[in-house]
């Protein structure tokens, strides 16, 4: 079973950016398509942004073209670049594999001036 650590998390301005990082043990995270959630708060969980074993990316409309999902398999790490936040986008953020595994805590990012 693959274990997943969400990190890069943090308090930030509208319009900065952050980096998360998804870093795997267990397993290969290469072998898995890849998926980043946020939860925000009183909101359910949402799929915002997949990455194939191959490399193709989708994103949710409320994020797509400001953020950027990447994979690393020599670090054994996915990625998501977010710029241009926004408070809207203020959630714990996860990432897990398909079929879904178990989750971990999740980062904060927390958008705020």
């Known amino acids: 079973q693959v274990h997943l650590v969400e990190s890069g998390g943090g308090l930030v301005q509208p319009g900065g950016s952050l980096r998360l990082s998804c870093a795997a043990s267990g397993r290969l995270l290469s072998l898995y398509v890849v998926g980043w959630y946020r939860q925000g708060p009183g909101k359910q969980r949402e799929l915002v942004a997949t990455i194939t074993r191959g490399g193709s990316t989708d994103y949710a409309d409320s994020v797509k073209g400001r953020f950027t999902i990447s994979r690393d398999n020599a670090k054994n790490t996915v990625y998501l670049q977010m710029n241009s936040l926004k408070p809207e986008d203020t959630a714990v953020y996860y990432c897990?594999?398909?079929?879904?595994?178990?989750w971990g805590q999740g980062t904060q990012v927390t958008v705020s001036s």
């Open positions: 897990n594999v398909f079929p879904l595994g178990t």
